[in-house]
């Protein structure tokens, strides 16, 4: 007889101490190299920087040893590698700038937006002690996603940072609350599609082949599809709108499984983005970028000329496959080199071969959030994760498809690498949600019963109508009972 016995389920948090080592050294490595490369020494503060960031690494590892012990290992190291990797480009700049007369202070500002995001995920993984508890909230959660995407309209309270009114301004400090707006959004739309999916997913006619929804069913995609042209009209931001947008209609096909909804959704947008670039001039302008970026009139147009993007693909071409080397490109030649153009920044030094290790970091991140959607065990969660892994993804696709003119320029901000205090904590809270969803994904589900012992009496059968099984036989003086059911 084969005898089973239970094992303890691994955790995985010494591999994922391990992978945070190494992400250090990484990071550490490339920031001492910049600092020779421009410099001919090594940073003063070197050893106040790697040691701020190996403790925030450490902290955030032991609270989630602690708190959240079965949470997948490898998305802690790959968020501090992506998010030091940043910091070293951005310090790369600094120099740069610093040379030139310029400020030069981005980088001490951005690693204090690491530490409020540190902070963040912190506290999330505290306090949340079960994801399946935001459930609860989400028609509040979408009031409050609601109210996000409208502040920056707010007279006083909203200003226009390059043409696009998408900040708003307290206490001398900008803040841009459409990233927090996609965070519970995404709550909201996990909730209300986890309760709605049913009518969702019924079949409606066929046309083609192809099973498309019913006409009534279409009325939360239309309302999706009216709010983001209404971000991209009012707030005039083309990638808050592509972004929303598009979450809404990945989760869509994730709870009903219809490749129709994802078409119908793609129409939309294309309709969409069609009219705006002919009906509104700033639209217009990126289109005109993104498909005639070399021609002259284009290029010397101001504002809103190709000068920015043709410069981005000339620093990357002179990076080649292995890239300049940290230090030894001139990336401070293209506007906002450590925002939005960073990637085209990283291209230059490092190369085709380095950027396409930062974009595989970024798609085993999105791998793991997606394994930790399919194995979660309620359908909220799976809704939740998925959404999550796939906003971080297609930010990525939307900046990197901008800066390469594969697709028009939009505004969004590479996760973890680019200048930006908003954008960095909101994809802080990101990764804490999907650790704390991973943790319930991976954590062994609990034992069952012990069966009854084998030498145990059986109970006495009963006869179930007239071909069931009988009882024992009756013994001398004892009448036959027979139960029927």
Do not use: C
């Amino acid at each position: 007889m084969a005898i089973v016995t239970q094992q303890r389920a691994r955790t995985g948090r010494g591999a994922e101490l391990a992978l945070l080592g190494l992400a250090l050294v990484l990071v550490v490595g490339a920031y001492a190299q910049v600092s020779l490369a421009v410099s001919g020494e090594l940073p003063a503060n070197l050893a106040t920087r790697a040691g701020g960031l190996a403790l925030l690494a450490l902290a955030a590892h032991m609270l989630v040893r602690w708190k959240a012990p079965y949470a997948d290992p490898v998305l802690l190291p790959i968020v501090v590698a992506l998010n030091g990797i940043g910091l070293t480009m951005i310090y790369r700049i600094d120099l740069a700038m610093t040379a030139r007369g310029g400020d030069g202070g981005d980088a001490d500002r951005q690693l204090m937006w690491t530490l409020v995001g540190v902070v963040a995920a912190v506290a999330v993984l505290w306090f949340l002690r079960d994801h399946r508890v935001l459930r609860r909230y989400t028609y509040t959660a979408m009031v409050v996603g609601l109210v996000l995407l409208v502040l920056p309209l707010v007279p006083g309270l909203g200003v226009s940072i390059n043409g696009a009114r998408i900040w708003i301004s307290l206490l001398g400090m900008s803040f841009q609350p459409a990233e927090l707006g996609k965070i519970v959004l995404a709550v909201f739309f996990a909730g209300y599609l986890v309760t709605n999916r049913d009518t969702l997913a019924l079949a409606g006619p066929k046309v083609l082949g192809l099973q498309l929804p019913r006409a009534r069913d279409l009325g939360p995609i239309l309302l999706a599809w009216g709010v983001s042209l209404a971000v991209l009209v009012l707030e005039r931001d083309l990638g808050t709108s592509l972004l929303f947008f598009g979450l809404f209609v990945a989760m869509l096909y994730v709870a009903t499984e219809r490749l129709s909804w994802v078409l119908i959704g793609l129409a939309l947008f294309a309709g969409g983005a069609v009219t705006a670039a002919a009906l509104f001039p700033h639209v217009g302008a990126r289109f005109d970028v993104w498909l005639h970026a070399l021609e002259p009139e284009i290029y010397n147009r101001s504002p809103g000329g190709s000068g920015q993007v043709v410069q981005g693909l000339f620093g990357m071409a002179s990076g080649g496959l292995t890239g300049t080397g940290w230090g030894y490109g001139y990336p401070q030649l293209v506007p906002y080199a450590n925002s939005d153009f960073i990637v085209a920044s990283l291209g230059e030094e490092l190369g085709l071969t380095g950027m396409l290790a930062i974009l595989l970091l970024y798609l085993v991140l999105a791998q793991r959030g997606m394994r930790a959607a399919i194995g979660v065990r309620d359908g909220f969660g799976k809704l939740l994760a998925s959404g999550l892994a796939f906003v971080l993804a297609f930010q990525v696709f939307v900046v990197v498809g901008g800066v390469t003119r594969l697709i028009p320029l939009t505004g969004l901000t590479t996760p973890f690498l680019a200048l930006g205090g908003s954008s960095l904590v909101s994809n802080w809270i990101i990764v804490a949600l999907l650790l704390r969803i991973s943790d319930a994904a991976r954590r062994p589900a609990p034992p069952a019963p012990e069966p009854a012992p084998e030498d145990a009496a059986p109970a006495a059968p009963v006869e179930v109508g007239d071909g069931g099984r009988r009882g024992p036989e009756p013994t001398d003086g004892q009448e036959t009972e027979v139960v029927r059911l």
